[in-house]
């Protein structure tokens, strides 16, 4: 039983804990807004916020490389000077990683518009460009807590 305590009490059970807590608010934002935008814009535009949240969401999914899985595995093992090193390298290679996508998207806004979003305006591939930068910063932030 004391052994079991001990698990629970123990520094990752906290910061699993914690990562936890973190996700579940997220979701429940990301619900609740979803919601309010559901009733908030007509059917078109509902329709073309879902698929450029679609865009942002699995874009910086398939960005992260296992850098956030590679991120829990190592920090717990090193020592601080050593995880300042590896969390600032992360941020740095995932925003050099996202910069160059939110390039590619900004150079073809256009055709990409034209193409797959026929009606709206090169400004929300440009916005989402600027989203996915923020998405891929913030998933460093976290896993790196």
């Not at 979701?27 to 698929?51: E, K, M, N, Q, Y």
């Not at 055709?111 to 009606?119: C, I, Q």
Request: hydrophobic residues 55%; charged residues 10%.
């Amino acid at each position: 039983m004391k052994r079991l305590l001990g698990l629970v009490t123990s520094k990752g059970a906290r910061d699993t804990y914690i990562l936890t807590a973190g996700n579940l608010s997220d979701s429940i934002i990301a619900f609740v807004f979803t919601l309010l935008a559901f009733r908030l814009l007509t059917p078109s535009d509902f329709g073309l916020f879902s698929a450029f949240n679609n865009l942002i969401l699995s874009t910086s999914l398939i960005l992260d490389f296992g850098l956030s899985q590679a991120l829990l595995y190592y920090l717990p093992n090193q020592t601080k000077l050593e995880q300042r090193s590896t969390v600032g390298s992360a941020i740095a290679m995932r925003i050099l990683i996202a910069s160059a996508f939110a390039l590619f998207l900004a150079i073809f806004a256009p055709y990409l518009t034209s193409r797959f979003f026929p009606g709206s305006t090169v400004q929300l591939i440009l916005i989402s460009s600027l989203a996915i930068l923020f998405v891929s910063f913030i998933d460093v932030v976290t896993y790196s807590l």
